[in-house]
C-alpha cells in the first residue's frame, strides 16, 4: 500500500503534491558528509514549511553531533549543545530550528536521535562496507579510532520502530529522544561477532591518525570524518533510558543484530 514517488523537497510543486493529505512526515534526509553547512539546513527548512503547509505533525530522525566531545561521558538528552567540529554546530543549528519551530505553534516536531548506524544498508556507518565485506572475503576489517573503546551503534530497523513510535505519540513531541539500541560493547567486540557469523578469522586494520589528517588534506570527505574521530578515540555510550521508560525497550539484541546484518551483506555483494 506504499506509493513511492522521487523528487526534490526543494522543488516546492513536488514537495506540496508529495505530502498532499498526509498527517505524519517522517523527515530522514541527509546531505553530502561534506556539503553540510550548504546543503543541509535548506532541505530541512524545506520540510518544516511542507509540514506547515499540510498541518502535518513531523518526526525527524537526527544523530548526536550537536553534544560535541563528552569525553567519554554518556550522552543524556538533557546535555547542552557543545559541539566544537562544523558538522555538530549545524546540527545544533538546525536542532535549535526545529524546537523552535515547535514552541511557536508552527508545527508539532518531535526529534529521534540515533547512534552509528548498523544494519541493512547501513553502508557508510562505522561498522559497515568497509568491515562486513572484508569479513565475508575473510579481509582485513577497515576501522576508525580505537576499536576496544565501548560505542553504540544503533540497529537500522529500530530505528523505524522509534520514529512510528514518537509520531504517535502526542506527549513525545516537543523534544528530542534518543533511541534504544542494544547494550553498548567495543567496536572490536562486534566485529569479532560478525567475523564469528561470516565464518573467518578476525582481521583488523585501523587507520592511523595522522594518516587520516593528511588525507584530510587533500580530500573533503575525509576532512569531514576526521573532525568527527573523536567519537571512536574514548568511550561513546548513547543513554536512551528516556525513551525506554516512555515506551519500553525496542533494541534488537547483538546477536540478532549481528546475523540479520551480515545475512543482508551476503545477499547484496558488492557491485
Known sequence: GVESVTGS?????????????????????????????????????????????????????????????????PITENLPYAA?????????????????????????????????????????????????????????????GKPDMPHTYTYVPDVGKALVLLGEADDAFGAAWHIPAAETISTRRYIEMIYAEAG?????????????RAMGLFNPVMASVYEMLYEFEEPFVLDNSKFVKRF??????????VRDTVAWYRTHPIG
Not at 24 to 50: G, R, S, V
Not at 63 to 73: L, R, S
Not at 201 to 207: F, G, R, T, Y
Not at 248 to 257: F, H, K, L, M, S
Open 200 to 212: 573467518n578469522p578476525v582481521k583488523i586494520a585501523a587507520a592511523p591518525k595522522l594518516m587520516l
Open 84 to 144: 566544537q567540529t562544523i558538522k555538530g554546530k549545524v546540527r545544533a543549528q538546525m536542532a535549535e530550528e526545529l524546537l523552535a519551530a515547535h514552541r511557536s505553534g508552527k508545527v508539532r516536531v518531535v526529534i529521534g536521535r540515533a547512534s552509528d548506524f548498523i544494519g541493512p544498508r547501513a553502508l557508510d556507518g562505522g561498522i559497515g562496507s568497509r568491515v562486513v565485506y572484508p569479513a565475508l572475503a575473510g579481509k582485513a576489517a577497515q576501522v576508525l
Open 9 to 73: 523537497i526543494t522543488d516546492v510543486a513536488f514537495g506540496r503534491k508529495a505530502v498532499e493529505g498526509a498527517t505524519h512526515i517522517y523527515n530522514a534526509l541527509n546531505a553530502p558528509y561534506d556539503k553540510w553547512p550548504q546543503m543541509f539546513p535548506p532541505l530541512q527548512t524545506a520540510a518544516l514549511e511542507l509540514a506547515a503547509t499540510a498541518n502535518a505533525k513531523l518526526i525527524v530522525l537526527e544523530n548526536v553531533y550537536m553534544y560535541g566531545d563528552t569525553h567519554g561521558k
Open 248 to 257: 519500553g525497550d525496542i533494541a534488537t539484541p547483538i546477536a540478532r543484530v
